[in-house]
């Protein structure tokens, strides 16, 4: 079961910090989620590591709207400068590989991507703050996400490619440098399946939701029907090779 965030209910995740998180030449964090408010002036974070590498959801001045990719990087702020339909689910990511920002935006009702990009060059800095799905680690923790959030991922020095990340959108994906994959599961603590065991603690009311998740998890997040995901003991490899055939092993890599 997936857990839903809202503004009305407080309820967001934050990851203790640890040098798991400290990426500094590159990154990749995405998730699903499903915007169903924003007001002007917004930025509502979806998964932010304050000041370090976050993706918002934002209904401010121009260009900031829409899905939104920044890293500490100057200049690396991304977004789609528009806001897109709400209620809907939305497979985003964010990368930053030592020369270039990118947001990329998978649609599931529409079954389209969309890529923004700008070329910039820095190293990531570090802090202590903690990760945070679903609000930031600011006074109160506001600015929280209004929506659900599922299967929210973060690798470190790692930019995923175009490919990579779109096979996560169905798939857990390299195991290479993942160092966050929280399925969202309606537990607290949040259970850590990348092995690192950064389990997450929920602050607000508990309220679940399906994962919006392809064959892996037996959900297509356009379509109708709606079901849980499969066990923990059932390794992505198994279901890797049941439903696309790739070879074990071929997804693995060095962390």
């Given at each position: 079961?997936a ?5 009305s209910?407080f ?26 408010g ?6 509502q974070?979806?998964i ?5 590498y ?12 829409g ?12 977004a ?10 939305y497979?985003?990511?964010g ?10 935006v ?18 990531i ?22 929506g ?24 857990q ?20 399946f990348?092995g ?11 309220i ?6 392809g064959?892996?998890f ?6 109708d029907?709606?079901?849980a995901?499969?066990?923990p ?10 439903f696309?055939?790739?070879r074990?092993?071929?997804w693995?890599?060095?962390?």
């Amino acid at each position: 079961m997936a857990r839903v965030f809202s503004d009305s209910v407080f309820e967001y995740v934050r990851i203790a910090s640890h040098a798991d998180l400290d990426a500094t030449t590159a990154v990749t964090i995405m998730c699903w989620a499903y915007p169903t408010g924003v007001a002007s002036g917004d930025w509502q974070h979806v998964i932010s590591k304050w000041n370090l590498y976050l993706l918002r959801f934002a209904d401010a001045a121009a260009p900031w709207k829409g899905w939104v990719f920044s890293t500490s990087v100057s200049g690396s702020g991304i977004a789609q400068e528009a806001v897109p339909s709400l209620n809907r689910w939305y497979h985003v990511a964010g990368t930053y590989d030592g020369t270039t920002s990118k947001l990329r935006v998978y649609d599931a009702v529409t079954k389209t991507v969309s890529n923004y990009t700008t070329a910039i060059s820095g190293t990531i800095a570090t802090n202590s703050n903690l990760l945070y799905l679903g609000s930031y680690q600011g006074t109160n923790e506001i600015n929280r996400f209004n929506g659900r959030i599922a299967h929210a991922k973060m690798w470190k020095n790692l930019a995923l490619s175009d490919a990579e990340i779109d096979l996560c959108r169905w798939y857990q994906g390299p195991y290479r440098a993942l160092k966050v994959n929280m399925p969202i599961l309606g537990a607290s603590p949040e259970p850590d399946f990348s092995g690192n065991d950064h389990s997450g603690t929920v602050g607000g009311t508990s309220i679940a939701d399906h994962p919006p998740i392809g064959p892996w998890f037996g959900f297509d997040p356009g379509g109708d029907g709606q079901v849980a995901p499969p066990p923990p003991s059932q390794t992505i490899l198994d279901y890797e090779r049941k439903f696309r055939g790739v070879r074990r092993g071929s997804w693995r890599g060095v962390a």
